[in-house]
């Protein structure tokens, strides 16, 4: 595997047609100058990428903004972009601020070929914490749930949780909290006479 296949985990902004701001996990790529985004269909982020022609990649240590936007909490404090319509996040550690430069179209998986108008660091990376890598692993999980089995789903969480007992601190404590509650409901609904 080469570098270029080596995908990142970031928190997404984009503009709705009303102004609004949208706000979601997403993988990406460089790509030699590029980023690269690979949203499925449908995808409102990628209509409004489509539409409005930019975007902000936020990277963010705060993994309740990935385990939030996986459990309806997508109102996380924005900031003015500097040089792109949009927002960024308050708490992103560095942001990049994208235009769409070509789209690579896929009736599955289209690719978002953008490249960077304006980067910034705001906060020092502070070290790997094992309990926010669990954290982003289990919103994966959450976000396949009706494609897992529920044993694995189980056990992966069951392995996940050693990370989170030794390493977590509250923030991490309480994403887990969230896509653990998640996936919990959802199996309660998919049990025999459960229901919403
Ligand atoms: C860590 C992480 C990475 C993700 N990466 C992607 C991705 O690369 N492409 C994608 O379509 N969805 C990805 N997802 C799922 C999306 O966040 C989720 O489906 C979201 O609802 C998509 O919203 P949209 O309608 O704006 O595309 C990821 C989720 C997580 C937790």
């Given at each position: 595997m080469n570098s270029a296949q080596r995908i990142f985990e970031a928190i997404v902004t984009t503009r709705h047609a009303d102004g609004g701001i949208h706000t979601v996990p997403l993988g990406f790529r460089h790509e030699g100058d590029a980023v690269v985004l690979s949203p499925f269909r449908p995808s409102t982020t990628l209509d409004n990428i489509l539409r409005d022609r930019h975007a902000v990649l936020n990277l963010v240590d705060d993994v309740r903004i990935f385990a939030g936007c996986l459990t309806g909490r997508h109102d996380w404090p924005t900031e003015e972009a500097r040089d792109i319509p949009g927002r960024r996040l308050a708490g992103a550690l560095a942001h990049m601020e994208l235009r769409l430069d070509r789209v690579e179209d896929d009736p599955v998986r289209p690719r978002l070929i953008c490249l960077q108008v304006h980067a910034e660091t705001h906060?020092?990376?502070?070290g790997f914490n094992r309990a926010q890598a669990a954290v982003i692993e289990a919103c994966i999980l959450a976000s396949r749930l009706g494609l897992l089995a529920e044993d694995k789903i189980r056990s992966e969480i069951a392995y996940l949780a050693f990370a989170i007992v030794k390493t977590a601190g509250p923030e991490e404590l309480e994403a887990w909290g969230w896509v653990v509650g998640r996936i919990e409901d959802h199996f309660r609904l998919m049990a025999p006479g459960g229901s919403a």
């Open positions: 906060a020092p990376f502070r």
